[in-house]
């Protein structure tokens, strides 16, 4: 599960976010590519754009829990 004390910098503030444990499998930013990205120099993926609508949203929700080393959190933060 993803550690809100480990959240990588780049994300931005609000519910979702990633954390340090990142592989840069690409799943979220093919799964939800409005709202995450890539951080190349580092390689690990982050949110740049919090969700706006309910396709957005559930476009995160499936990348939280599908990505393979549980890296993606919610904090509950709206």
């Not at 976010?17 to 982050?46: H, K, M």
């Not at 949203?57 to 549980?70: G, I, K, S, T």
């Amino acid at each position: 599960m993803a550690d809100v004390n480990q959240r990588v910098r780049e994300s931005v503030s609000g519910r979702y976010y990633v954390d340090i444990t990142c592989i840069d499998c690409d799943l979220c930013r093919e799964t939800a590519p409005s709202n995450f990205t890539r951080q190349d120099a580092a390689g690990y993926s982050f949110v740049f754009h919090q969700p706006e609508d309910p396709a957005q949203e559930a476009a995160c929700l499936a990348a939280m829990e599908e990505c393979p080393v549980e890296a993606i959190g919610d904090d509950g933060e709206t």
